[in-house]
Structure formats: structure tokens, C-alpha cells
């Protein structure tokens, strides 16, 4: 009997059986709170789709685009929001470099927090092989195509040599210096000399004569042509490469450029 007593009191002091006669401590619930991996992704699915914006009005191609995502620590104390995100940003011309973006929870009560991105881009653009004047008229051999690191500023880079030929840097461009639109005068659809189409519209009827431009045009711009049967200097308007609109039958002016 003795000896059956000290058995039980041996088991009733068993860590295992102890272990087992207490219940499992539960955990807690993790605290609900911002998925900071889905906030990341907004941010950075909002910022590729500005850069692909811009890219498709301008028609870039071939680029390799890069983004780092920071969301602020204080993000962890915040509760899970229940609604799409929205974003506020500045609406810069391009999204490239340091970029800050607000993103608001419209919940009620709702939070707004800033968050930071770099963003890289590399892409073949067109630059300059050596130093060139101001009014230096380009030329295919003035000109390179290689990839480099875009900057913010360079929203108007051009990606074919063929975009700046023929036109003049409003001022000098040193060598290796990515080629810009906005550097470089308006594009000439007619050059002086040049055989051209010209086009007298009247309602629905039209009448189509060859001529000869006198003066280098832009778009848009009026410029004196000799109509090559008659020989008469009229006016008409650029209105694409090689073609003009008649705007009236008075002599043009013809001023020499």
C-alpha cells in the first residue's frame, strides 16, 4: 500500500504530467495594422503608371525603369484601412529621382502618411558627339545614341538622331550632353528650295498645285512659294513636312532667312 502511495505521489509531481494537466497558453492575436507590403505596392504601381504615361505621349521605348519604396515606421501604429488608397503627389513632368507621395486612407477616422521613392530609369536617348555651337546646324554625324541615367529636368530627351536633324541648338551643347527638344529651335517642315505640295480648300472642294518654297517654314508658319507653272509668289501655311495650305492669293512677303 506504502509502496502503490508513493507511486501516485511520484506521478501527481511529474513535470509531464503537470505539463499536461495545465491548458496551452494561447498566443494573442497579432495587432491588426497596415499591410506595409500592399502600401508599397500602391505606391510604387502609382508611379510606373505616371513614368509609362509620359512615356507613351513621347514615345520612349527601351528603358529599364527602377523604383525603391520607403514607408515612415510610424505606419505600424496605424489601423488597417478598409477603402482603395488615394494619392496626392505634385504632378511632376517626370517621375524620376527623390519622389515624395501622400497616400491617403479615406476611412473614417482616416490617416494620411508621406511616403518617400527613388526612381531610376536608363535609356537610350540621343547626345552630341563633340562641343557644338549655337546655331550650328546638326547633322547625322554631330550625333550619338547611348543609354544613360535620366533626370528629372530631361522630360523632352529625344530617342531618334533623325528628331534633331536639320535643326539649330538655341544655344551651345557641350559634348556628350543628351539632345532636348526644348534646346533645340522648332523643327523645319519646308526648307527654302525645297519642291512642295500646296492645297487651296474651298468647303468640300480643294485644288492641288506643285511649288517651290522660298523660305524655310515651321508649322504653323506662313511662308511666300512660287507655284512652279505660273510663276506667281503666293502665301501659304506649313502645314507638314513638304506640305502647305493656301491661306490667300496676295504676293507674299518674302523675307529672307
Known amino acids: 500500500m506504502c509502496r502503490s502511495l508513493a507511486v501516485w505521489l511520484c506521478l501527481l509531481v511529474s513535470p509531464a504530467v503537470v505539463a499536461a494537466a495545465t491548458p496551452a497558453a494561447q498566443n494573442p492575436p497579432p495587432a491588426p495594422g497596415v499591410d506595409t507590403g500592399a502600401l508599397k505596392q500602391f505606391v510604387s504601381a502609382y508611379w510606373q503608371q505616371r513614368f509609362l504615361q509620359h512615356a507613351g505621349r513621347v514615345n ?109 541648338p538655341l544655344r551651345s551643347l557641350r559634348a556628350g550632353q543628351p539632345v532636348r527638344n526644348r534646346l533645340l529651335e522648332a523643327a523645319m517642315l519646308v526648307r527654302k528650295g525645297d519642291k512642295v505640295h500646296l492645297t487651296l480648300a474651298d468647303g468640300d472642294m480643294s485644288i492641288s498645285m506643285a511649288g517651290i518654297a522660298l523660305q524655310d517654314g515651321q508649322k504653323g508658319e506662313i511662308i511666300g512659294v512660287k507655284n512652279e507653272k505660273s510663276g506667281k509668289v503666293i502665301s501659304a501655311a506649313v502645314s507638314a513636312p513638304g506640305q502647305l495650305l493656301i491661306s490667300n492669293e496676295a504676293p507674299a512677303a518674302v523675307a529672307s532667312k
Open 60 to 168: 520612349w521605348r527601351d528603358y529599364q525603369w527602377q523604383i525603391e519604396v520607403v514607408i515612415p515606421d510610424a505606419v505600424s501604429k496605424l489601423p488597417p484601412c478598409r477603402q482603395p488608397y488615394q494619392a496626392e503627389d505634385a504632378q511632376t513632368n517626370l517621375p524620376i529621382g527623390r519622389q515624395p507621395l501622400r497616400v491617403r486612407c479615406p476611412d473614417s477616422p482616416g490617416w494620411l502618411v508621406t511616403t518617400r521613392s527613388q526612381i531610376s530609369v536608363l535609356m537610350p536617348v540621343v547626345v552630341t558627339r563633340n562641343a557644338l555651337s549655337q546655331d550650328h546646324v546638326l547633322q547625322a554625324s554631330d550625333l550619338a545614341v547611348t543609354q544613360i541615367l535620366l533626370t528629372a529636368q530631361q522630360d523632352d530627351v529625344l530617342i531618334d538622331p533623325a528628331q534633331a536633324i536639320g535643326r539649330r
